[in-house]
């Protein structure tokens, strides 16, 4: 083999060659020939390539722009990572996009935590991604710009569409957790300045997995509620986690949709949650929100006494000034004759009111007699006599026409025994129940009333009172 490559190219190697190509001739009629192995199937040897990559990468963290970013009707998200000098696809399965808290969008720089594998029906690798996050801006940060701006293009934060709260609320409806704080300090509040309301309360979870849906779905059992005048949804404070479930759209959904002014009473003085935008009122703090809805009471009552003041103070001086003018008119001239004169009147009246007495108990007895006529009169025509006397006479036709129906009916019965007995008697069949006979032709429609009438040979017919025979002539007389 040295020898070989140790001469020229251009020299003629054929001799060598030979050598070598009988060197190798003589080797392998001693060696056994080997047997090839068998070949691998493309999806054995992608398999096998998948394999080594999963092992030889695991978990990694990648760094990129997101482009051909798509989310499938499945829920799984398809993506491509690239930077200026490469790229590579990707795949976030259905799970954990549930758990992302923004929307990724073509051209977001982003961190993504995961592992390398390949896709055996294309054969082509790629990164399985189970977390995401903007590079740069937080992800919940992201999240609740990319909300806030949706909403707002869908009109939700509105100002023209944001109720008034009600002045006297006659039930309050409240949506937090009966474990905080928020919930004893609205009740609080509303005891010490409004013992005399009915609060309406939704227990609902306000932090953690599925906290938002159970938000709405309290927004929605309360609005529902007869009655209900305001709602207050809130808890107490904490971080921007701890109060991601009021950043969730199904909660703004719900504050929208709902048929009565929401009051939201996130514990957080300086940052606003998405519910703080959509709500009718934005409330500091839940004691903030229960004093909010008293407040127009407060106002109302305080408003209330003071036109109670005005008023009793506008009758005490009307009050005097009719007192000073009885007292003006009591003590002039013109007056003194008014109580004879009031004297006289009042004996015309009682003079008066006794002939009424007297004319209207005439007329009592003129009309109760006039009745007591009418009364008899009604009772020689009353129908009811009447119909008793037409009844009698019923009863009586009745009884008569049954007699006489018996009585024919007994009498046709009579007859008609007389007549079966006779037609009995003249029957022919009573005639052959004493033991006569008659005899017929073969066909049975001629009487043969003479032995001249058959000949020997011929078939007849004997009809006996029970029966019949048929029989053969052989001999007959006529005497």
């Known amino acids: 083999m040295g020898s070989l490559f140790d001469q020229p190219f251009e020299d003629d190697p054929e001799p060598l060659l030979r050598d ?28 096998d390539i998948r394999a080594v990559v999963e092992q030889g990468f695991g978990q990694v963290w990648v760094e990129g722009e997101l482009s051909n970013c798509k989310l499938w009707q499945t829920g799984h998200l398809y993506f491509t990572l690239k930077d200026t000098g490469a790229q590579i696809r990707g795949v976030m399965f259905r799970s954990a996009v549930r758990l992302m808290k923004f929307k990724p969008l073509d051209g977001q720089h982003v961190v993504i935590r995961g592992r390398v594998s390949v896709y055996d029906q294309k054969g082509e690798y790629q990164v399985v991604c189970e977390s995401m996050e903007p590079r740069g801006l937080g992800a919940l940060q992201l999240a609740f710009e990319q909300l806030k701006k949706k909403l707002a293009a869908a009109g939700l934060f509105d100002p023209a569409r944001k109720r008034p709260l009600p002045v006297l609320p006659r039930k309050i409806g409240v949506v937090t957790s009966l474990d905080g704080a928020a919930f004893r300090d609205i009740l609080s509040v509303l005891a010490k300045r409004y013992p005399q309301a009915h609060v309406v309360i939704r227990p609902a979870r306000v932090q953690g997995e599925g906290a938002a849906g159970d938000i709405a779905h309290g927004i929605r059992m309360i609005a529902a509620v007869d009655g209900v005048d305001v709602i207050i949804v809130g808890r107490g404070g904490g971080s921007m986690e701890d109060l991601w479930a009021f950043n969730d759209e199904v909660v703004a959904r719900a504050i929208f949709h709902a048929t009565v002014p929401i009051i939201s009473a996130v514990g957080h003085e300086t940052d606003f949650t998405i519910a703080d935008f959509v709500a009718d009122v934005r409330a500091p703090t839940p004691s903030a929100a229960a004093e909010r809805v008293v407040a127009r009471r407060d106002e109302f009552v305080a408003q209330i006494d003071r036109q109670a003041g005005r008023l009793r103070a506008a009758l005490d001086q009307q009050i005097l000034r009719r007192r000073s003018r009885v007292h003006v008119l009591d003590s002039s001239r013109g007056l003194a004759r008014v109580p004879a004169t009031l004297a006289l009147r009042a004996r015309h009246v009682g003079e008066v009111r006794q002939q009424l007495h007297r004319a209207l108990g005439d007329r009592l007895r003129t009309e109760g007699r006039r009745v007591a006529t009418l009364s008899r009169t009604l009772e020689r025509h009353d129908p009811r006599r009447r119909l008793e006397a037409t009844r009698t006479r019923l009863v009586g036709a009745d009884g008569r026409l049954k007699a006489s129906a018996d009585r024919g009916r007994a009498k046709a019965t009579a007859r008609l025994g007389s007549l079966a007995g006779r037609l009995d008697t003249l029957s022919p069949l009573s005639v052959l129940g004493r033991g006569y006979a008659v005899c017929w032709d073969q066909t049975r429609t001629h009487v043969v009333r003479a032995a001249s009438e058959v000949a020997p040979g011929d078939t007849v017919r004997v009809t006996l009172g029970e029966g019949e025979l048929r029989c053969e002539v052989i001999d007959g007389r006529d005497d």
Not at 23 to 43: A, F, G, K, R, Y
């Open 20 to 47: 070598r190509q009988s060197t190798i001739n003589n080797q392998q009629s001693t060696i056994p020939t080997p047997i090839p192995p068998s070949p691998l199937t493309v999806t054995e040897l992608t398999a």
